[in-house]
């Protein structure tokens, strides 16, 4: 039996939701295991307009009053955008959302100073812009980033720009903004800001399958819908198609950043990689905690 614990720090969660269902899945189990210390959640990458829109109303399904703001739709380059985000034709919610990521952060970070950790399930961008505007230090206002990619299993070069992540991985989150990504774990080493990291192979060890979906669908749950189609359109997209499943890279973050000892780290400097899960059968616990109230 592991111990675990729970801490008592206030989150922001930064995300891309409404391409892959496990950010929604994800904000789905923060309401059920951090409530109210839960302070805001923006979006980034592709439509983030659309993908505030869609917290807004998974937000509303599950009764939960959270700041959500629209962050920076492309990356710090100004180039590529892969998953776009209009994926998520299904989104109803039709009021208006604050497009002001940055300053939600900014305000957040100002004041849950020392108190908050930054869950970072998406790329980088909209952290690297807070950083790029508000000068370098805001990021020592950060108790930890728990964050959702990859660095180099060695993580010496850190501070060589381009080689210090693998490229052309399967580490999304690294791999679109790679620029944002370097500001950001070079501004938290220089301040010694705690960054841990779960890496992809490790999050692809948990997943959900349809029959999964189908028992989360049949729940009863207002939000159980939404999600539920969130998860048909992105299996239906995803490269993992054919085997029907779909997996929990951030609601494994998210469950790492409320409890200590679910995890065992190998640390370099500020840099604290997951090298194993230590917490028994994380989707059926997944299932329950999320179907509960
Ligand atoms: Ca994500």
Same mark, same amino acid.
């Given at each position: 039996?592991?111990? +675990?614990? =729970?801490?008592? &720090?206030? /989150?922001?969660?930064?995300?891309?939701?409404?391409?892959? #269902? $496990?950010?929604?899945?994800?904000?789905?189990?923060?309401?059920?295991?951090?409530?109210?210390?839960?302070?805001?959640?923006?979006?980034?990458?592709?439509?983030?307009?659309?993908?505030?829109?869609?917290?807004?109303?998974?937000?509303?399904?599950l009764?939960w009053?959270?700041?959500?703001?629209?962050?920076?739709?492309?990356?710090?380059?100004?180039?590529?955008?892969?998953w776009?985000?209009?994926?998520?034709?299904?989104?109803?919610?039709?009021?208006?959302?604050?497009?002001?990521?940055?300053?939600?952060?900014?305000?957040?970070?100002?004041?849950?100073?020392?108190?908050?950790?930054?869950?970072?399930?998406?790329?980088?961008?909209?952290?690297?812009?807070?950083?790029?505007?508000?000068?370098?230090? +805001?990021? =020592?206002?950060? &108790?930890? /980033?728990?964050?959702?990619?990859?660095?180099?299993?060695? #993580? $010496?070069?850190?501070?060589?720009?381009?080689?210090?992540?693998?490229?052309?991985?399967?580490?999304?989150?690294?791999?679109?903004?790679?620029?944002?990504?370097?500001?950001?774990?070079?501004?938290?080493?220089?301040?010694?800001?705690p960054?841990?990291?779960?890496p992809?192979?490790?999050?692809?060890?948990?997943?959900?399958?349809?029959?999964?979906?189908?028992?989360?669908?049949?729940?009863?749950?207002?939000?159980?819908?939404?999600?539920?189609?969130?998860?048909q359109?992105?299996?239906?997209?995803?490269?993992?198609?054919?085997?029907?499943?779909?997996?929990?890279?951030?609601?494994?973050?998210?469950?790492?950043?409320?409890?200590?000892?679910?995890?065992?780290?190998?640390?370099?400097?500020?840099?604290?990689v997951?090298?194993?899960?230590?917490?028994?059968?994380?989707?059926?616990?997944?299932?329950?905690?999320?179907v509960?109230?």
């Amino acid at each position: 039996m592991i111990k +675990i614990k =729970k801490r008592q &720090n206030y /989150i922001h969660i930064d995300s891309d939701p409404f391409t892959d #269902v $496990d950010d929604a899945l994800a904000i789905t189990l923060a309401r059920r295991i951090c409530g109210d210390k839960v302070v805001g959640i923006t979006t980034v990458h592709g439509d983030v307009k659309l993908r505030a829109r869609g917290v807004k109303e998974l937000l509303g399904l599950l009764d939960w009053d959270v700041e959500v703001a629209a962050g920076f739709e492309k990356s710090i380059d100004g180039g590529k955008v892969w998953w776009k985000g209009d994926e998520a034709s299904y989104v109803t919610y039709a009021g208006d959302v604050r497009e002001d990521a940055i300053d939600l952060l900014k305000e957040n970070l100002s004041e849950y100073s020392g108190k908050i950790d930054l869950v970072s399930i998406a790329p980088m961008t909209n952290i690297a812009k807070l950083i790029e505007q508000e000068g370098e230090e +805001i990021i =020592k206002n950060l &108790n930890s /980033i728990y964050f959702m990619g990859k660095v180099k299993e060695s #993580v $010496d070069g850190i501070g060589q720009r381009e080689s210090k992540y693998i490229p052309n991985s399967l580490a999304h989150n690294v791999n679109v903004d790679v620029d944002a990504a370097n500001i950001v774990f070079d501004v938290c080493e220089k301040y010694n800001v705690p960054v841990y990291v779960v890496p992809t192979e490790l999050c692809k060890e948990h997943w959900f399958e349809q029959t999964d979906w189908e028992l989360i669908r049949d729940s009863g749950c207002e939000w159980s819908k939404l999600l539920y189609v969130n998860s048909q359109d992105w299996i239906s997209r995803s490269q993992y198609a054919d085997q029907g499943v779909s997996y929990l890279y951030d609601p494994l973050v998210l469950f790492g950043a409320v409890f200590d000892g679910v995890f065992e780290f190998e640390q370099n400097k500020n840099v604290f990689v997951a090298k194993s899960f230590l917490f028994p059968d994380f989707s059926s616990y997944l299932i329950g905690r999320i179907v509960s109230n």
